[in-house]
């Protein structure tokens, strides 16, 4: 597909040829004004391409823009009451999810505040609030961590994992090269007015701090495929098995771990610092 | 659907900015409507008042988000022309119950009368005949309200002034099922006949539909 602004601008994307699969992450990169933001905004169905089409059913998408300056006339939660209503939630869901995502970011306090007063960061955290509520089937992140503070930008790598492990698509856009690192499935670059792929990086070369977890499986069992977070797998001894993985990953992991069929058992848990790099 | 309208029109609402179209409307209606008049023309001036205001009120409603919270709403919404959908059918459902209001109250008050005070006019009729008219103008007022603004047109001064000219034209061209339902509400009021303005109404439904089915394809190319 294509994409131009105008009737005779230049081409912005062109030839993009792109597959999205369910349960996976995928990342775009590429300099500023390359065409990143009209990508993501022609995958998540905001924008028709110029030239080409989107196949396949459309999925439930939700959207969360890097700017959120939403000067409208609710508070932020009759706003995500709206949102979740759109999105195909009853009333009472949309607010009592709009409450729960609302305390994970840490801005429970903001719910009755009305949005034109809320900060920049308290914003941004009710936009990116109204895409998980809906627990999409395609998300798709244009910078969503700007302006978040860091406890706020963890929390969203983790709701990111989590609905990635749930079966859900996810797509993202953000400056920093370690944002989700080993967890990508796809790296894309858009180059002049085409998408090649990038190399993601390698599971467990991420710099952040990583957790490492004993688990033992019943006898026979293998590891279920597709954990969340690409972990790093060792032996360590009586059939037991250690899994590193970025911390952002580790609730995701474990949930997987501990609802796999037959589940498997945890161990121990260890934290291991950041600075320690496997891959180096 | 449901769920975008409520909230397009609960953003209209808590806005405050349908108050500048309804406050003009009003005094509209307070210079050009006494009570005792002849019941059909005054049908006839309330009618023609609507089709400029709901053009105002289409416009406040497809431009009251900033961008970022509208391509929100789309990507939750399946697609911009669905978001833009609800806001003209949210803009274009207030228009007509502004319309509605003001034809019950000119039915109360006005005289069930010819101009001349000699035939007497049956209310339910002319009540029928005047919300008819009143449909034909609000239709109108959307056609108009969603071709003189995004995504056609973007810049404010332009949207403005072919609003105001859009909204003449639909009033005085001869052709356009709004002149038709208001002057026939008028001439009739002459006689003391009441013409029930069907086939200007199902024009007027073609043409908005032409008019909305346009803008909404185009919202997901310009935005």
Redesign the interface.
């Known amino acids: 597909m294509g994409r131009r602004y105008g009737l005779a601008g230049p081409w912005v994307l062109r030839g993009v040829d792109l597959g999205l699969p369910r349960r996976s992450l995928v990342r775009v990169e590429g300099a500023n004004g390359t065409g990143k933001s009209t990508l993501l905004r022609l995958l998540a169905g905001i924008d028709a391409p110029t030239e080409g089409r989107i196949v396949g059913r459309r999925p439930r998408t939700a959207y969360v823009p890097e700017r959120f300056p939403a000067a409208l006339p609710f508070t932020a939660a009759g706003y995500l009451v709206h949102l979740g209503r759109i999105h195909g939630l009853r009333r009472t869901e949309a607010a009592g999810r709009a409450q729960e995502w609302l305390s994970r970011f840490g801005a429970a306090e903001h719910a009755r505040t009305p949005l034109a007063e809320l900060s920049k960061g308290t914003s941004q955290k009710v936009a990116v609030a109204q895409a998980l509520l809906a627990e999409p089937e395609l998300l798709v992140l244009d910078e969503a961590w700007t302006g978040l503070d860091t406890a706020a930008r963890g929390e969203l790598d983790r709701a990111v994992t989590e609905s990635v492990a749930a079966g859900s698509t996810v797509v993202f856009v953000d400056h920093d090269p370690r944002r989700l690192a080993g967890a990508a499935d796809t790296a894309l670059r858009v180059e002049g007015t085409g998408l090649v792929m990038a190399s993601p990086a390698p599971a467990g070369a991420s710099a952040g701090p990583r957790v490492r977890i004993e688990v033992a499986g019943p006898a026979g069992t293998k590891l279920p495929a597709g954990l969340p977070g690409a972990p790093v797998r060792a032996a360590a001894g009586d059939g037991a098995l250690t899994l590193t993985v970025a911390s952002a990953h580790s609730d995701a992991l474990l949930g997987a771990l501990l609802t796999a069929r037959p589940p498997w058992h945890i161990r121990s848990l260890s934290a291991v610092p950041g600075d320690h790099d496997e891959a180096a | 659907m449901t769920?975008?309208l409520?909230?397009q029109a609960?953003?209209l609402l808590?806005?405050?900015r349908w108050l500048a179209p309804v406050l003009l409307y009003v005094a509209f209606l307070g210079v050009g409507v006494r009570s005792g008049q002849p019941v059909l023309d005054s049908l006839g001036y309330s009618a023609a008042g609507l089709l400029p205001v709901t053009a105002w009120i289409v416009q406040v409603c497809v431009t009251q988000?900033?961008p970022?919270?509208r391509?929100?709403?789309?990507?939750?919404?399946?697609?911009?022309p669905r978001a833009h959908l609800a806001a003209l059918l949210a803009a274009s459902g207030c228009a007509g119950l502004l319309g509605a209001a003001a034809t019950a109250v000119v039915l109360l008050i006005s005289e069930p009368a010819s101009t001349d005070h000699r035939v007497e006019v049956p209310l339910p009729s002319a009540g029928l005949a005047g919300l008819l008219a009143a449909a034909c103008c609000v239709l109108l007022g959307a056609a108009v309200g969603a071709l003189c603004t995004r995504p056609l047109l973007h810049r404010r001064g332009w949207s403005l002034v072919a609003t105001v000219l859009a909204a003449l034209l639909a009033l005085v061209t001869g052709g356009s099922p709004a002149k038709y339902a208001v002057t026939g509400l008028v001439t009739g009021s002459h006689t003391g006949t009441v013409h029930v303005p069907v086939l200007p109404l199902l024009g007027a439904v073609a043409v908005t539909t032409a008019a909305a089915a346009l803008a909404c394809r185009l919202t997901?190319?310009r935005?």
Do not use: H, I, K, M
């Not at chain 2, 391509?71 to 911009?80: D, E, L």
């Open positions: 769920a975008l409520r909230y609960a953003l808590r806005s405050q988000e900033p970022a919270a391509t929100v709403v789309a990507a939750a919404a399946g697609g911009r997901s190319v935005g």
